[in-house]
């Protein structure tokens, strides 16, 4: 009897992401990977992007799911919501997948194969491992903070990952349940910083392959000077105790 593959699940936050999440989706069915589900997790985008999600998921119930937030209070709040329903549905792999195109969802499949064929606690998709990429059209002052917010939070945090505020990632359900998902702290970008900081400190492995990363096509992007100073103090809060659950 051959053994099931192990139930994945993409957990995409929105708002306002309309043009992009049919497209996504379309992406994600596309792949060779017989067991995979889409949970869209909406934040009442005034554009109609929950009812576009759930258009979808009436015409494959099997495969996709939404969860509707009423409130926009953060990525890592919404990734929390959706990854908690994801491993209650009976997720083996949670991945988490921004809505906006620019992570390759060609890659999926690889970044699969690695987690579960090695000792991967969690797998990143890197823009800075061999063989990664960031887009072409990002200006240079850009790749440059990028390239220091990624120096700044490993020499502070030790984490020694290339890409350590990489925002697709698939990971193993028995990582979230060890690293406590619900006590997660951190919201925005630096949700990611804390999720990569808990994994660390519970001598859990982080492995990364490279993907190219890309510039949205559609819509405007959530980056604001709010998350900019958020994600600048992420690790301080970590180290002075918000990562010890």
Same mark, same amino acid.
């Given at each position: 009897?051959?053994?099931?593959?192990?139930?994945?699940?993409?957990?995409?936050?929105?708002?306002?992401?309309?043009?992009?999440?049919?497209?996504?989706?379309?992406?994600?069915?596309?792949?060779?990977?017989?067991?995979?589900?889409?949970?869209?997790?909406?934040? !009442?985008?005034?554009?109609?992007? +929950?009812?576009?999600?759930?258009?979808?998921?009436?015409?494959?119930?099997?495969?996709?799911?939404?969860?509707?937030?009423?409130?926009?209070?953060?990525?890592?709040?919404?990734?929390?919501?959706?990854?908690?329903?994801?491993?209650?549905?009976?997720?083996?792999?949670?991945?988490?997948?921004?809505?906006?195109?620019?992570?390759?969802?060609?890659v999926l499949p690889v970044m699969i194969?690695?987690?579960? +064929?090695?000792?991967?606690?969690?797998?990143? +998709?890197?823009?800075?491992?061999?063989?990664?990429?960031?887009?072409?059209?990002?200006?240079?002052?850009?790749?440059?903070?990028?390239?220091?917010?990624?120096?700044?939070?490993?020499?502070?945090?030790?984490?020694?990952?290339?890409?350590?505020?990489?925002?697709?990632?698939?990971?193993?359900?028995?990582?979230?349940?060890?690293?406590?998902?619900?006590?997660?702290?951190? !919201?925005?970008?630096?949700?990611?910083?804390?999720?990569?900081?808990?994994?660390?400190?519970?001598?859990?492995?982080?492995?990364?392959?490279?993907?190219?990363?890309?510039?949205?096509v559609k819509g405007a992007s959530k980056?604001?000077?709010?998350?900019?100073?958020?994600?600048?103090?992420?690790?301080?809060?970590?180290?002075?105790?918000?990562?010890?659950?």
């Amino acid at each position: 009897m051959l053994e099931a593959s192990p139930k994945a699940v993409v957990v995409v936050p929105t708002y306002n992401e309309r043009e992009n999440l049919p497209v996504l989706v379309g992406l994600l069915q596309e792949l060779p990977l017989e067991n995979l589900h889409i949970l869209v997790v909406d934040d !009442n985008s005034p554009d109609g992007t +929950g009812e576009v999600a759930d258009k979808l998921a009436a015409d494959n119930p099997e495969r996709i799911g939404v969860l509707h937030r009423t409130e926009k209070d953060g990525l890592g709040r919404a990734y929390i919501a959706g990854m908690t329903r994801a491993l209650d549905e009976g997720a083996d792999i949670v991945v988490q997948m921004d809505a906006d195109l620019s992570h390759p969802a060609s890659v999926l499949p690889v970044m699969i194969e690695t987690l579960t +064929g090695t000792d991967a606690a969690v797998v990143l +998709g890197s823009r800075y491992v061999p063989g990664g990429s960031t887009a072409a059209e990002w200006p240079w002052h850009r790749k440059a903070l990028s390239a220091w917010a990624n120096f700044y939070v490993n020499a502070l945090l030790r984490l020694h990952v290339k890409d350590a505020t990489a925002g697709f990632k698939a990971w193993k359900a028995e990582t979230l349940r060890a690293i406590d998902l619900p006590s997660v702290n951190s !919201n925005g970008y630096s949700f990611q910083v804390e999720m990569n900081y808990r994994t660390v400190k519970r001598g859990l492995t982080i492995r990364e392959v490279p993907i190219r990363f890309e510039e949205r096509v559609k819509g405007a992007s959530k980056m604001s000077l709010g998350v900019q100073i958020e994600s600048a103090l992420a690790p301080w809060k970590l180290l002075l105790g918000g990562g010890r659950k």
